[in-house]
């Protein structure tokens, strides 16, 4: 319990620092994209609060929350399918296919070491946030135009480089040396990116903004846990031809 209240303190730590990226960011944006910008980072919050407790206190919490997000991300697939007006079958098929092996993926992961489960949230948390700060404040060079018009290159390099040094700072909760905990940081920073590539990808082939308006600020279940499902995925992966 005091490793868990104490990581977390932590965390509070990394997000006072976030919102004043945040503050300065939303200095140069119209006030009703200021306004979209702190709901987005408030519902960020309460979620991850959520997913923090669910594996802090009692990894079943985390399952349960596991399922829920598996049922909404195959819930929001279909979803935007139909409301293509059932366009691009064999794009959707292969969609389903990879989210079904990533699902599978994914539930495994949950049902893994807490202190590994943990870890993994924690650097996929500030690898998804730093990269989003970094890349608004200095990105100047567009990752992927045609995909996602907002990633860069430096907001990938400065959430990549936070990350993998953050391990240094969690690698108390799964006991590890610093290179091992650095050389995990890396590979969970590559699949959370994976992650969130794919879901930019399939957004952009049904041309829509948002999965969906379940999370305000944040869209839908696969908006907010892209980078969650593919990470814990690539971790179960690993542990499993390890």
């Known amino acids: 319990m005091k490793t868990v209240w104490t990581v977390y303190l932590v965390i509070l730590a990394y997000y006072l620092l976030g919102t004043v990226g945040i503050y300065f960011i939303n200095r140069r944006k119209e006030p009703r994209a200021r306004h979209e910008g702190w709901i987005k980072l408030l519902f960020a919050f309460i979620v991850t609060n959520i997913v923090f407790f669910s594996i802090g206190f009692n990894t079943l919490f985390f ?12 819930f929001e697939l279909f979803k935007l399918y139909r409301q293509s007006g059932y366009s691009h079958f064999r794009f959707f098929l292969l969609s389903i296919l990879i989210m079904a092996v990533a699902a599978a993926g994914f539930f495994l992961f949950s049902r893994m070491e807490q202190g590994l489960i943990l870890f993994s949230f924690l650097i996929l948390s500030v690898f998804d946030g730093y990269s989003q700060i ?3 404040l200095f990105g100047r060079r567009k990752l992927f135009p045609k995909v996602s018009p907002n990633k860069t290159v430096e ?3 400065g959430g990549a480089v936070i990350a993998v040094l953050s391990a240094l700072v969690f690698r108390n909760v799964i006991e590890e040396e610093p290179l091992k905990a ?3 940081a890396a590979v969970i920073a590559m699949f959370a990116f994976a992650g969130d590539a794919a879901k930019s990808v399939y957004k952009r082939k049904y041309g829509v903004k948002n999965f969906s308006n379940l999370i ?15 990470t814990g995925a690539g971790i179960a992966l690993f542990s499993l031809l390890a």
Not at 64 to 72: D, E
Not at 216 to 227: A, E
Request: aromatic share 8%; hydrophobic share 55%.
């Open 182 to 184: 650095i050389m995990l």
């Open 134 to 136: 970094t890349g608004q």
């Open 155 to 157: 907001g990938l390099i």
């Open 216 to 230: 305000p600020g944040n869209g839908g279940f696969l908006d907010r846990f892209d980078s969650l499902i593919a």
């Open 63 to 74: 399952r349960i929350l596991a399922v829920i997000i598996i049922a909404g991300g195959f």
